[in-house]
Nanobody
């Protein structure tokens, strides 16, 4: 069982930046960030494997960067040039290996409690 705890959400104006963190209770190969806005399905934002291979949704390419510190079992999401449409609850997720790259579909075993990101125009 892996426990995930996110932090770093908040409110920011459009064009601003936020950094999310997620501390895991142990090492696990696949980790990722997902988000869910009210009335919408949960969507994958960006994922990273234990080997550093990333997958990024088109909607955030060039603006969001994922990284992880395996020694600290910590996952990060740097979000720049934020837009109002980025407003959502952001979740950290983890699962065992699914291949070299980690999926952006929400078939992950472990989930954090979520942290709210609100971007105002």
């Amino acid at each position: 069982q892996v426990q995930l705890v996110e932090s770093g959400g908040g409110s920011v104006q459009a064009g601003g930046s936020l950094r999310l963190s997620c501390v895991a209770s142990g090492y696990i190969y696949c980790t990722g960030w997902f988000r869910q806005a009210p009335g919408k399905e949960r969507e994958g934002v960006v994922s990273i494997s234990g080997n550093g291979l990333t997958s990024t949704a088109e909607s955030v390419k060039g603006r969001f960067t994922i990284s992880r510190d395996n020694a600290k079992n910590t996952l990060y999401l740097q979000m720049n040039s934020l837009k109002p449409e980025d407003t959502a609850m952001y979740y950290c997720a983890a699962r065992s290996s699914a291949g070299w790259y980690c999926p952006l579909t929400p078939n992950y075993n472990y989930w954090g409690q979520g942290t709210q990101v609100t971007v105002s125009s």
